[in-house]
């Protein structure tokens, strides 16, 4: 709540100080990681933007969570986010002119889509889905992909009964890494989370929360077992407002699409991980996740 007040505040004082589009750029970080990371992590769009995009100031917004990005979005107060496939689904859902998606990223075996992962520390004894059953399950975000909606549409499905039922507890761990955290700590007995699913295991995979994670030293993988897989994911789009400058749009697209060539350092501290680089997409790469958050969740 904090952070969609900040948002809206930020709007108000962009209004009153006689701000434009050209001269704020305002950048929208999804929840799932701690607030320091997420902004240490995006401190390099800050120093590159200005100059390559023609506005003077660029502003971070990390929100709390996934729904604080997607107001941000359709209050017409963020200019760009990486969304999920399903946070985007929700934005189109309740305005599908608020923005639009512009690129995705692509791994480095050259797929664009990625995995629900579920988690269980290798000291419970779990190694299968079969062996989960009656466990407590963790989520991440009711507006996650992968953190929600794909396994709750995904699991039922191939466990032949709901959740509820195969689970004898579900619950949120507030965010990826946060719920990973959880899992570690026992009050998860599995963890549903996101990661790339390419390269090794024993490395967190080449990107995403497991890898992040690894990387920061939160995750040990000798500790741990995978225990589902869920199918391929559509990687999450790029968007941007529709009320931002043509120019600036213009020249956010190609400052991003050259990026993981000429600021890898960048391009691999805001994605989190190893990626082959960005890929152009449209809205009809989402329409799949988009009917089934609609099947779901309703908006």
Same mark, same amino acid.
């Given at each position: 709540?904090? $952070?969609? %007040?900040?948002?809206?505040?930020?709007?108000?004082?962009?209004?009153? @100080?006689?701000?434009?589009? +050209? *001269?704020?750029?305002?950048?929208?970080?999804?929840?799932?990681?701690?607030?320091?990371?997420?902004?240490?992590?995006?401190?390099?769009?800050?120093?590159?933007?200005?100059?390559? #995009?023609?506005? $003077?100031?660029?502003?971070?917004?990390?929100?709390?969570?996934? *729904?604080?990005?997607? +107001?941000?979005?359709?209050?017409? %107060?963020?200019?760009?986010?990486?969304? !999920?496939? /399903?946070?985007?689904?929700?934005?189109?859902?309740?305005?599908?002119?608020?923005?639009?998606?512009?690129?995705? %990223?692509?791994?480095?075996?050259?797929? @664009?889509?990625?995995?629900?992962?579920?988690?269980?520390?290798?000291?419970?004894?779990?190694?299968?889905?079969?062996?989960?059953? !009656?466990?407590?399950?963790?989520?991440?975000?009711?507006?996650?992909? /992968?953190?929600?909606?794909?396994? /709750?549409?995904?699991?039922?499905?191939?466990?032949?009964?709901?959740?509820?039922?195969?689970?004898?507890?579900?619950?949120?761990?507030? !965010?990826?890494?946060?719920?990973?955290?959880?899992?570690?700590? !026992?009050?998860?007995?599995? +963890?549903?989370?996101?990661?790339?699913?390419?390269?090794?295991?024993?490395?967190?995979? %080449?990107?995403?929360? #497991?890898? $992040?994670?690894?990387? $920061?030293?939160?995750?040990?993988?000798?500790?741990?077992?995978?225990?589902?897989?869920?199918?391929?994911?559509?990687?999450?789009?790029?968007?941007?407002?529709?009320?931002?400058? +043509?120019?600036?749009?213009?020249?956010? #697209?190609?400052?991003?699409?050259?990026?993981?060539?000429?600021?890898?350092?960048?391009?691999? /501290?805001?994605?989190?991980?190893?990626?082959?680089?960005? #890929?152009?997409?449209?809205?009809?790469?989402?329409?799949?996740?988009?009917?089934?958050?609609?099947?779901?969740?309703?908006?």
């Amino acid at each position: 709540m904090l $952070k969609k %007040t900040l948002l809206a505040t930020a709007a108000v004082a962009l209004v009153a @100080t006689g701000a434009h589009a +050209q *001269d704020v750029f305002r950048v929208g970080i999804l929840g799932g990681e701690n607030e320091a990371d997420r902004l240490r992590n995006n401190q390099c769009l800050i120093d590159l933007l200005p100059e390559a #995009i023609g506005v $003077k100031e660029v502003q971070l917004f990390p929100a709390a969570d996934y *729904d604080g990005v997607v +107001q941000g979005l359709l209050g017409g %107060t963020l200019d760009y986010a990486e969304l !999920g496939a /399903s946070a985007y689904a929700k934005v189109y859902l309740e305005d599908p002119e608020a923005v639009d998606p512009v690129l995705t %990223t692509q791994q480095v075996d050259g797929a @664009t889509g990625y995995y629900s992962i579920m988690l269980a520390r290798k000291d419970s004894g779990i190694e299968s889905i079969e062996d989960a059953r !009656g466990k407590r399950l963790g989520f991440a975000d009711p507006d996650s992909t /992968s953190g929600f909606l794909v396994p /709750s549409v995904a699991l039922p499905a191939q466990l032949g009964m709901p959740i509820d039922e195969y689970f004898s507890e579900t619950g949120f761990g507030g !965010g990826h890494e946060n719920g990973v955290l959880e899992m570690l700590k !026992g009050n998860f007995d599995v +963890q549903v989370t996101w990661s790339s699913g390419v390269g090794e295991f024993a490395d967190g995979y %080449t990107s995403g929360n #497991i890898r $992040k994670m690894v990387d $920061k030293g939160l995750l040990d993988m000798d500790e741990v077992n995978e225990v589902w897989r869920s199918p391929l994911i559509p990687n999450g789009p790029i968007v941007v407002s529709n009320q931002l400058d +043509q120019d600036v749009r213009a020249r956010f #697209i190609e400052f991003f699409k050259a990026m993981p060539e000429n600021h890898p350092d960048c391009f691999r /501290s805001v994605q989190g991980g190893d990626f082959a680089g960005f #890929i152009d997409v449209d809205h009809s790469f989402y329409e799949t996740i988009v009917a089934a958050r609609k099947s779901k969740i309703g908006s």
